[in-house]
């Protein structure tokens, strides 16, 4: 029989805001496979839409633009923060690799850079 595991489910992101009403006439789905090198950090950014990072490999620390931060283990799915600006690191000895879902209205931008 196959096996369901609940990963993440929530009415929240990371930092504990309510996701609002998602407003979305022209639905679009992404899903993205990125590799974050060993002591590889990411410009700082913000995401307009929602998504949800699933980390298949390493450890991925998260911080905010006020310093807030997460850090996210192999296995474990992060709901990502919506319009707030912050940046991801490898804060581990090896690449992570992260599977990330994002679902926003049609021709949004994943990221915007600060």
Sequence with gaps: MARKDILLKTTKTWDNEEYKELKITKPEVTVLEITINIGEKLSMHKHDLVN??????????????????????????????????HYGKNSGNEPVEL?????????TPLSVEK
């Design 52 to 85: 949800i990072a699933y980390v298949k490999k390493g450890t991925l620390t998260v911080i905010t633009d006020d310093n807030n931060q997460i850090i996210v283990h192999q296995g474990e799915a992060l709901p990502e923060l919506i319009s707030k600006y």
């Design 99 to 107: 599977i990330v879902f994002y679902i926003g209205e049609k021709d």
